[in-house]
């Protein structure tokens, strides 16, 4: 009988990376059939909170909520410095107007928008678009500002659209730690050797990817769409680190403070809620 596991991770070409020696089997997957399911990062929060998916990318700020469900993998989150959420828009606008403008937002439940919460808690016209769209949308007046993620931190210029503020800058300004965007879970039903198993493949996988760079496979720029090479590698040198290999204590730090924010007390979360 195969042993399937199904594991749901975002079409951007960070996850990709991660994940193509895994679930294309240019490893050995030590008996275990890797099943992806590649699905925008806002319906894997949303699915999340069912505990849908056997091992699943979460939004940190979503993650936090869900670990009466989840364990934190050790390998394959998204952390770093330089590398969160930007705001932009068509014109100069002044902070003290943000509260009171249109915004954007890549989803309620992902980081990006919790990172905008611990900016601007009083700016609350917040609506949510496809990430891809969100440019888009507010070049055609649609929005004042756009929260924007992944690859379009490198093409909004190109666009027409300027920086109004680095949200994951502020972040780093305020806590001196690296930005926890999203990380790789496992559902707690899940064997502990099995949780362990795939947390040891994960790291295999993107050690693989490691060894071959540049080089991008047909799977990480298939699912990058119109994305050119050059993009695409601006993109994994951002968000795929030493942190992707190994959370380690400062990865561990970043995620027990951002649960203090989530949560508004001091942080009842221990080393339990990693594999």
Not at 131 to 136: M, T, V
Not at 155 to 170: F, H, N, P, Q, V
Request: with cysteine; net charge negative; glycine share 6%.
């Amino acid at each position: 009988m195969q042993d399937t596991c199904h594991i749901g991770f975002s079409p951007c070409p960070n996850d990709t990376f991660i994940f193509d020696a895994l679930v294309n089997g240019k490893i050995d997957t030590e008996g275990i059939d890797f099943n992806p399911v590649i699905e925008d990062v806002e319906t894997l929060n949303k699915w999340a909170y069912r505990g849908k998916l056997e091992v699943s990318k979460i939004s940190f700020s979503t993650l936090l909520n869900v670990l009466d469900k989840y364990s934190i993998l050790h390998a394959g989150s998204a952390l770093g410095k330089g590398c969160g959420p930007l705001l932009v828009a068509k014109r100069n606008i002044k902070p003290e107007e943000i509260n009171s403008c249109r915004i954007a937002i890549p989803g309620v439940h992902t980081t990006a928008n919790m990172l905008l919460r611990f900016a601007f808690p009083e700016a609350r016209q917040r609506f949510s678009v496809i990430f891809s769209d969100i440019e888009n949308a507010v070049l055609q007046d649609k929005f004042d500002l756009g929260l924007i993620i992944h690859e379009s931190r490198f093409t909004y210029a190109e666009k027409g659209l300027i920086k109004i503020m680095d949200l994951g800058a502020y972040w780093e300004q305020q806590t001196g730690l690296p930005i926890p965007l999203a990380g790789i879970a496992v559902r707690k039903d899940v064997p502990y050797e099995r949780q362990q198993k795939v947390d040891k493949l994960i790291k295999k996988s993107l050690e693989y990817a490691f060894d071959q760079y540049p080089a991008l496979s047909s799977f990480t720029t298939s699912h990058a769409q119109e994305m050119e090479e050059a993009v695409m590698r601006k993109h994994i040198e951002l968000y795929v680190n030493d942190f992707s290999l190994d959370l380690g204590n400062a990865g561990k730090s970043a995620i027990f403070r951002m649960y203090d924010l989530i949560r508004g007390e001091k942080s009842k979360m221990g080393d339990d809620c990693f594999v």
